[in-house]
C-alpha cells in the first residue's frame, strides 16, 4: 500500500469515477462534435483543477526561487517545493525526504543514475541487464554508458505474452552484471512486471535494482520499501502532475556515494577557483534553479491521489481492461499484442491492413483520443514483427462509456477496411 497521512485520506471501499472525472476541466468538451472520449493515459494523463490552480497560484502569489532567500515569497515558495518532496516521500513510502531527488522526468532520472552510478563503476566486460520491451529511455542510456566504458548490454527475452521469461532473466543474471533496469509496468504492451520477485533474485547477485515506475504510480499502490528498489524513477505527467517534473528515489547509501549529476547553483558546498564541494541531499543533485512550479503541481497531484483509494482505482481500471479486452475479442481481424496474464489498463494492437494510424485518425473523428506508432518501444515492436500499434490506454477517470465509444469508433474502422 502506499504510504499517505490516514487524516487527508478518504475510507473509499468504491471509486466515485463520476466525481473524479469532474475534477479535470479538460475532459467537458467536444473535439470534431463529439464528446472527448481521453484514452492515451499512457503518454500523458490530464491534470484536475487542485493541479492547475496549485500552478497557478505559485505564480499569481508566490514566484520567488527557492532556498537561501529570506523574504517572505521565497520563503512560501521553498515551503511549498520541499513541502512537494515530502509528499512524494509519503506517496510511495520512501524512507526519508532526502532519498526524493527532482529531476525533468523518468528519462532525466534514469539518465542520472547511468551516468552518476553506473558510468563511474563500470568495466570492460561488465554488464546491464534489460528486457527487450523497455521504453527507450531504459535503454538508451545503457547503451551510452555501456559505449564509454566497454560494458555489455544484455537483455532477457520476454514470451509471446510479452511476459519477462524468469529463465533468461535468470541465466543472464551474472557474476559481471553490475545493474538491473526494468519497468514496472510496460507502456507498449501493459505487462505487470513481477518486480518484487525479480528484485529479489537481483539482490540475490548483490545485483542493484533501477525500476522504471512511470506507467505504474497513477494506477496502483508502490511501496518502494516493500519493494526493496534500490532505484525508483518516474514522471509527474503520467500522475496527474505537469510536465517537465519528475522523481528518482535512491537507496540513500547509493545516492550518497554517486559524484553529482550536473554541476551548477545549489548543488554545492563551498566553490573556490581551485575546486569545489558537495551539497547534501537531494541538493547535490538538483543543480540550478528547479522547475518550482512543476514540483509544486506533482505535490497538488499526490494531494488529489491520496483522495482517492488507489487499490479502488486499480480494481476500476482492471474492470474497464477487462470490459475492454471482451469487446475488441469480438471485432474481426483485431488482434492485440501483449497478452499477459496480469496487465495494466493498456490495450495496444494492431487491425488487419489498417495501418495503426489510420486507426488513431478515425478514432480521432470520432472524438477517441488513442496514440498510434512505436511507442518509445522499438525493441519491443520488433520482438512481435511489428512497426508499431495502435493503442487505448485507460485512467482512473475513464468510464464504461469511454469504452463503448473506442468499440463503436473501431467498428467504423472495420467497415473502411472491410
Known amino acids: 500500500m502506499v504510504a499517505s497521512d490516514t487524516a487527508t485520506r478518504l475510507p473509499e471501499t468504491h471509486l466515485d469515477v463520476a466525481a473524479l472525472r469532474s475534477a479535470f476541466p479538460v475532459l467537458d468538451q467536444r473535439v470534431h462534435d463529439k464528446p472527448l472520449v481521453y484514452l492515451d493515459n499512457a503518454a500523458t494523463t490530464q491534470k484536475p483543477a487542485a493541479v492547475i490552480d496549485a500552478v497557478a497560484n505559485y505564480y499569481r502569489h508566490d514566484n520567488a526561487n527557492v532556498h537561501r532567500g529570506v523574504h517572505v515569497l521565497s520563503q512560501r515558495s521553498t515551503e511549498a517545493y520541499e513541502g512537494a518532496r515530502e509528499a512524494v516521500a509519503r506517496f510511495i513510502n520512501a524512507e526519508r525526504e532526502h532519498q526524493i531527488v527532482f529531476t525533468r522526468g523518468t528519462t532525466e532520472a534514469i539518465n542520472l543514475v547511468a551516468q552518476s552510478y553506473a558510468r563511474p563503476r563500470l568495466q570492460p566486460g561488465d554488464e546491464i541487464l534489460i528486457t527487450e520491451i523497455e521504453h527507450h529511455s531504459n535503454i538508451v542510456p545503457w547503451q551510452l554508458v555501456c559505449e564509454a566504458t566497454g560494458a555489455t548490454l544484455r537483455v532477457a527475452r520476454v514470451n509471446d505474452a510479452a511476459e519477462i521469461d524468469r529463465d533468461d532473466f535468470a541465466a543472464k543474471l551474472g557474476e559481471r552484471t553490475r545493474l538491473v533496469a526494468i519497468s514496472q509496468v510496460s507502456n507498449a504492451f501493459g505487462t505487470i512486471h513481477a518486480v518484487n520477485e525479480l528484485i529479489g533474485v537481483a539482490h540475490q547477485h548483490d545485483v542493484p535494482v533501477l525500476i522504471d515506475g512511470a506507467q505504474a504510480t497513477a494506477h496502483m499502490p508502490v511501496d518502494v520499501q516493500a519493494l526493496d528498489a534500490d532505484f525508483y524513477a518516474f514522471s509527474g505527467h503520467k500522475l496527474f502532475g505537469p510536465t517537465g517534473i519528475g522523481v528518482l528515489y535512491g537507496r540513500e547509501s547509493l545516492l550518497d556515494a554517486m559524484p553529482p549529476y550536473q554541476g551548477g547553483g545549489d548543488m554545492i558546498e563551498t566553490v573556490t577557483l581551485e575546486g569545489s564541494t558537495w551539497n547534501e541531499l537531494p541538493a547535490k543533485f538538483e543543480a540550478g534553479t528547479p522547475n518550482i512550479a512543476g514540483a509544486i503541481g506533482l505535490g497538488a497531484a499526490i494531494r488529489f491521489l491520496e483522495g482517492f483509494d488507489l487499490d479502488a482505482i486499480a480494481a476500476h481500471e482492471e474492470q ?79 468510464d464504461d462509456s469511454d469504452v463503448d465509444a473506442l468499440i463503436e469508433g473501431l467498428a467504423s474502422v472495420a467497415r473502411i477496411f472491410g
Open 320 to 398: 474497464l481492461r477487462a470490459r475492454a479486452t471482451a469487446a475488441l475479442a469480438q471485432i474481426d481481424g483485431l488482434r492485440l499484442i501483449g497478452t499477459a496474464s496480469h496487465k495494466a489498463a493498456i490495450l495496444s494492437f494492431v487491425m488487419g491492413e489498417a495501418h495503426p494510424q489510420d486507426i488513431a485518425t478515425i478514432l480521432d473523428s470520432a472524438g477517441v483520443a488513442v496514440r498510434a506508432g512505436h511507442h518509445c518501444a522499438m525493441p519491443g515492436m520488433a520482438r512481435f514483427g511489428l512497426e508499431g500499434t495502435a493503442r487505448a490506454s485507460f485512467a482512473a477517470y475513464n
